[in-house]
């Protein structure tokens, strides 16, 4: 079935530096792409999101490039700041159905 | 756009007794919605799929007369923790697709706040 394997967090990162949270997927068809925010205590914020190969995703600094022949999905940002912390998720859409695969989560903890 | 808020946003109740959940969509309506449950430091596990005026669909494992789910308009769909025992504390999210938008723009998935509930 549908998968997605996120890189295991946490992630540890100084302020300005560059980040990037791998994200591959398996999947039959071609599936929609989600990348997703969660601050302490709160539900997901939606970060960013492509619905098919080679499309960008990007909002707030961060980008995504939906990659068929790898199948990856990876989550990059060039400055961090420490409000990114957070963990982000990564997640699929597949083909024919409306369910979201998850991946497991990548905390992020940027210091000042 | 595309809000999606749920109440209330924290319960502390006894063992036995029920709780009802509510997500609302503010800014459009909803044909699905979905429930999830997540663990602390855990990733979203998917309890249920909503659909308006229909029964819910419920994934492997999860007990529907426990977790009963109405959706009885675009806008609206409660969870109900029934007969609650402390292995129901837990973070509860849902999240909306926007029924108006068609294709690929319809896989978005909008999440409400969660609601964390307590069950001593």
């Known amino acids: 079935g549908d998968s997605v394997t996120q890189m295991e967090g946490p992630v540890t990162l100084s302020e300005e530096a560059f980040l990037t949270i791998n994200c591959t997927y398996t999947a039959t068809g071609y599936p929609s792409l989600f990348w997703y925010v969660q601050y302490p205590g709160e539900g997901l914020q939606l970060l960013l999101k492509a619905t098919k190969a080679d499309d960008k995703g990007s909002n707030k600094g961060f980008e995504a490039t939906y990659r068929k022949e790898t199948t990856s999905f990876h989550l990059e940002k060039g400055s961090v700041q420490v409000s990114d912390s957070a963990v982000y998720f990564c997640?699929?859409?597949?083909?024919?159905?409306?369910?979201?695969?998850f991946g497991t989560g990548t905390r992020l903890k940027v210091l000042a | 756009g595309a809000v999606v808020s749920q109440h209330p946003s924290w319960v502390i109740c006894k063992s036995g007794t029920s709780v009802k959940i509510e997500c609302r969509s503010l800014?459009?309506?909803?044909?699905?919605m979905f429930w999830y449950r997540q663990f602390p430091k855990q990733s979203l596990m998917l309890m249920a799929t909503s659909n308006e005026g229909s029964k819910a669909t419920y994934e492997q494992g999860v007990e529907k007369d426990k977790f009963l789910i109405n959706h009885a308009s675009l806008t609206l769909s409660t969870l109900t923790v029934t007969s609650a025992h402390p292995e129901d504390s837990s973070f509860y999210i849902c999240?909306?697709?926007?029924?108006?938008?068609?294709?690929?723009?319809?896989?978005?998935?909008?999440f409400g706040p969660g609601t964390r509930l307590l069950v001593l």
């Open positions: 997640a699929l859409s597949g083909s024919g159905t409306y369910k979201y695969i």
């Open positions: 999240s909306a697709r926007d029924f108006s938008a068609g294709g690929r723009l319809g896989e978005t998935q909008y």
């Open positions: 800014d459009f309506q909803a044909t699905t």
